[in-house]
């Protein structure tokens, strides 16, 4: 494992800062900085905690650093199905079943699937059931010639996006995992390079559009978060919820979602 002082220097530099914007950031001197970075100084564990938090690093990564410094960690990490996270995984149904008949999912840091609402499934007719096994990649799905690539009608745009926002999270994470997907995804068939994408200046936000349902469908999306998580797993959650971003595709998800409930009613 690396020294405290070595991880420490990578996560200010993967924020853009120097040893004096950190110093300043921190309420501590540069000199400091230096010494705890170089391994002159020994930091404390609430000074490595201090640090981090002024580096946003992850609760994950935090605990690293608490290791590698000697100290133990102090952010439990269970799974979600643990009784302890009973709480965060009712909060995270109520919250999936809430924005139905939208579709909406909740992925892992690695955007794995963990959960998803009844309305998902119309938007994964026709997808390989090979990419539904699990683990199951949201953005595997989303981009291979197997997935939902070949039936969105704005492929180019819509890869774009997603490789861009793939791309950005790689880099802040310092994710070896992140960064491995995000090569795998951009050798995908599917149009121009990520750099190539310019919106449109009406464009409010980059629209998914989507044959399903027998219809061409148009959607919005939104990334929701567990902002005051102090235990990793839940603060590694997100939500992406998918809003009708017309009349005519919410009218498709009020029938489907009707007929669900026709066949099979919701509990």
Not at 9 to 38: K, M, N
Not at 110 to 137: F, I, K, S, Y
């Amino acid at each position: 494992m690396s020294s405290v002082g070595t991880m420490l220097r990578d996560w200010r530099q993967r924020r853009r800062l120097s040893q004096l914007g950190l110093a300043l950031g921190a309420g501590v001197s540069a000199r400091h900085i230096s010494f705890v970075e170089t391994g002159r100084s020994r930091p404390s564990a609430e000074m490595v905690l201090h640090l981090a938090d002024r580096l946003d690093v992850p609760l994950r990564e935090r605990n690293r650093l608490l290791l590698a410094a000697g100290y133990a960690p102090v952010f439990a990490q269970n799974d979600l199905d643990d009784p302890q996270m009973g709480p965060a995984r009712a909060a995270l149904d109520a919250i999936l079943r809430g924005h139905e008949p939208n579709p909406a999912l909740a992925v892992d840091r690695h955007w794995g699937m963990v959960a998803a609402n009844r309305a998902l499934p119309l938007l994964l007719e026709g997808v390989d059931p090979a990419l539904l096994e699990p683990p199951v990649n949201v953005l595997r799905v989303a981009l291979h010639p197997d997935g939902l690539a070949p039936r969105i009608l704005n492929l180019a745009e819509w890869r774009a996006h997603l490789l861009e926002r793939l791309g950005r999270q790689a880099v802040s994470s310092g994710d070896p995992a992140l960064a491995t997907l995000y090569d795998e995804l951009a050798a995908y068939p599917g149009g121009r390079s990520p750099a190539a994408h310019a919106p449109e200046p009406s464009e409010l936000a980059v629209t998914l559009r989507i044959r399903a349902a027998g219809a061409d469908l148009a959607f919005i999306s939104t990334i929701t978060s567990f902002g005051t998580a102090t235990e990793v797993t839940l603060s590694e959650l997100a939500i992406e919820s998918f809003f009708p971003a017309d009349a005519a595709t919410a009218e498709v998800l009020r029938r489907a979602a009707a007929e669900a409930d026709r066949l099979i009613p919701a509990s």
